[in-house]
T-cell receptor, first 111, second 110 residues
Framework: EPEVTQTPSHQVTQMGQEVILRCVPI?????FYWYRQILGQKVEFLVS????????KSEIFDDQFSVERPDGSNFTLKIRSTKLEDSAMYFC?????????FGPGTRLTVL | RKEVEQDPGPFNVPEGATVAFNCTYS??????FFWYRQDCRKEPKLLMS???SGNEDGRFTAQLNRASQYISLLIRDSKLSDSATYLC???????????FGKGTTLSVSS
């Protein structure tokens, strides 16, 4: 069964550093998403991406964040200058229509 | 008012029990509804979509009441492997974002 994959599984970084989280969506899916989940809190939407552009973003997705589909398979989330409060699980998801399938997540720890 | 609200947990039940989770959502024009389950420190996994007519998948039954903006999930004959957090999820109109509830934790014991 096809699945969304994410790398790395765990990323530790210093405050102020840039990080890039990588995702490979399910191959025939056209919609891609990033969500985050701070420990003990609910899953929160960050951004959706379709046809090589952002289709929707939340208030969390400020100028520190960007997304890119650099080739036909990868979908990346970049955080330019990480803050302590960026520590969370980051989940990538993809969909053909409205049902979204999630990757295993990257645990980001900002020290 | 929170966009998606769920029963506070945790629910602790013995194997074989029937357990029901409830959820309400604030946007009456919401279009799609789902139950996901999430194991500790893992990703949300789709359990089932929820349709207006109600739908069943084995031991799991989901119901939607659009007039009351209410969604439910019934689990019959609980198994140890059902222990997880159950997330009520709504897709608002004209949007792509999924809105998650905080989840209800179920613990099934032998």
């Amino acid at each position: 069964e096809p699945e969304v994959t994410q790398t790395p599984s765990h990323q530790v970084t210093q405050m102020g550093q840039e990080v890039i989280l990588r995702c490979v969506p399910i191959s025939n899916h056209l919609y891609f998403y990033w969500y985050r989940q701070i420990l003990g809190q609910k899953v929160e939407f960050l951004v959706s991406f379709y046809n090589n552009e952002i289709s929707e973003k939340s208030e969390i997705f400020d100028d520190q964040f960007s997304v890119e589909r650099p080739d036909g398979s990868n979908f990346t989330l970049k955080i330019r200058s990480t803050k302590l409060e960026d520590s969370a699980m980051y989940f990538c998801a993809s969909s053909e229509e409205d049902t979204q399938y999630f990757g295993p997540g990257t645990r980001l720890t900002v020290l | 008012r929170k966009e998606v609200e769920q029963d506070p947990g945790p629910f602790n039940v013995p194997e074989g029990a029937t357990v029901a989770f409830n959820c309400t959502y604030s946007n009456s024009a919401s279009q799609s509804f789902f139950w996901y389950r999430q194991d500790c420190r893992k990703e949300p996994k789709l359990l089932m979509s929820v349709y207006s007519s109600g739908n069943e998948d084995g031991r799991f039954t989901a119901q939607l009441n659009r007039a009351s903006q209410y969604i439910s999930l019934l689990i019959r004959d609980s198994k140890l492997s059902d222990s997880a957090t159950y997330l009520c999820v709504v897709n608002p109109p004209a949007g792509t974002a999924l809105i998650f509830g905080k989840g209800t934790t179920l613990s099934v014991s032998s």
